[in-house]
């Protein structure tokens, strides 16, 4: 009877372990399909409109990603160029962000301002990309001060990281 127990408890790990390892395969496949489609699915542009908190002037936002690339299993990385626009002050920049796969949380950083040499780059802006990919919210806080700004983007085509010329 002994021995009978023992085999059972040998069968019934055994069935654990597969299940586990099958659960692991479906999960690996899954980040996989996730990672694939943020790469292929993302926007290659963002449009609209930043504000420092407390500030009521519009700044005009533009980013055009160059190229999106996963890191690893739980975050893909975005680098591109775009330019701020008050009035008719253009700043330009270079832009890398990180978007965690998992949520969609995001940290985009600013580098590289051309324009103006009062342009904060200390900082970042962090926030959510949404489940459709055509919106993110994000906040930006300065490291050395924390002064904070509101960041409001949507999905668009056919943008470059230059506005358009005046006439």
């Given amino acids: 009877m002994r021995g009978l127990d023992t085999a059972n408890f040998y069968r019934l790990f055994s069935r654990v372990g597969i299940a586990i390892a099958a659960a692991c395969l479906l999960l ?4 996989h399909a996730a990672e694939n489609n943020l790469v292929q699915d993302m926007p290659r542009g963002y449009l609209g409109e930043f504000h420092w908190d407390g500030d009521s002037t519009v700044q005009n936002v533009v980013i055009t990603l160059d190229s999106v690339r996963t890191l690893n299993g739980r975050a893909a990385e975005a680098f591109g160029c775009g330019y701020y626009e008050v009035g008719r002050q253009v700043t330009k920049i270079k832009v890398r962000m990180l978007v965690r796969l998992s949520d ?7 580098l590289a301002p051309e324009g103006n040499s009062a342009f904060e780059t200390s900082g970042s802006h962090r926030g959510k990309l949404s489940k459709d990919l055509q919106q993110i919210e994000a906040q930006w806080v300065t490291t050395a001060s924390g002064q904070k700004g509101q960041l409001h983007l949507r999905a668009a085509s056919s943008l ?7 006439t």
């Fill in 160 to 166: 470059t990281c230059a506005p358009a010329a005046s």
């Fill in 28 to 31: 690996a496949s899954v980040v």
């Fill in 104 to 110: 969609l949380q995001v940290e985009i950083f600013e």
